[in-house]
T-cell receptor, first 112, second 112 residues
Framework: SQQGEEDPQALSIQEGENATMNCSYK?????LQWYRQNSGRGLVHLIL?????REKHSGRLRVTLDTSKKSSSLLITASRAADTASYFC????????????FGQGTTLQVKP | NAGVTQTPKFQVLKTGQSMTLQCAQD?????MSWYRQDPGMGLRLIHY???????DQGEVPNGYNVSRSTTEDFPLRLLSAAPSQTSVYFC???????????FGSGTRLTVV
């Protein structure tokens, strides 16, 4: 089974609102990553948070990590129509195995 | 830099045929992986490699072979295509486990 599970599966908001997506995972991790996929395209890496970090920012993105709850959240502030995409979390297992496992993703629609 | 190049972009196979999906990267990345993505789902790891000469199985390796004779290339071989292998295949590479993946644009494979 996949390591990361995202919630909600789909999210629809108005432009300017904030979007929050959650990810839960099952085993110990080295780091957790978030990716974006526009329809029919490849994935684009957004941000990586290491297991010893609790929060990380990149532009309008804020990622938190709670290793005790095995969960992470991605917050997109002041969303834009161009943020419409699918967002995936992915976990890198502990032990530097190189094995990156993806969740099923959250589909975000931002209405203009 | 071309990044991660996948060929072909589209392919139709008959059941039982074999073929090789090509993946090449020019970023001197050690880590490479193959994923498949089925409609409405996340990515599932097929095989991955942490360096030339080293490969390992992912979540769904059955029916696929890989080899990594050079740092640049990581071909995926379908031994005897089945309709269940109809999917979009993504190749990705990264420098090491503390970096995010760079994805190719994908190969859309249909097995009839």
């Amino acid at each position: 089974s996949q390591q990361g599970e995202e919630d909600p599966q789909a999210l629809s908001i108005q432009e300017g609102e904030n979007a929050t997506m959650n990810c839960s995972y099952k085993t110990s991790i080295n780091n957790l990553q978030w990716y974006r996929q526009n329809s029919g395209r490849g994935l684009v890496h957004l941000i990586l948070i290491r297991s010893n970090e609790r929060e990380k920012h990149s532009g309008r993105l804020r990622v938190t990590l709670d290793t005790s709850k095995k969960s992470s959240s991605l917050l997109i502030t002041a969303s834009r129509a161009a943020d419409t995409a699918s967002y995936f979390c992915a976990t890198d297992g502990s032990g530097n195995t190189g094995k990156l496992i993806f969740g099923q993703g959250t589909t975000l629609q931002v209405k203009p | 830099n071309a990044g991660v190049t996948q060929t072909p972009k589209f392919q139709v196979l008959k059941t039982g045929q074999s073929m090789t999906l090509q993946c090449a990267q020019d970023m001197n990345h050690e880590y490479m992986s193959w994923y498949r993505q089925d409609p409405g789902m996340g990515l599932r790891l097929i095989h991955y490699s942490v360096g030339a000469g080293i490969t390992d199985q992912g979540e769904v390796p059955n029916g696929y072979n890989v080899s990594r004779s050079t740092t640049e290339d990581f071909p995926l071989r379908l031994l005897s295509a089945a309709p269940s292998q109809t999917s979009v295949y993504f190749c990705a590479s990264r420098l090491d486990s503390v970096y995010g993946y760079t994805f190719g644009s994908g190969t859309r494979l249909t097995v009839v």
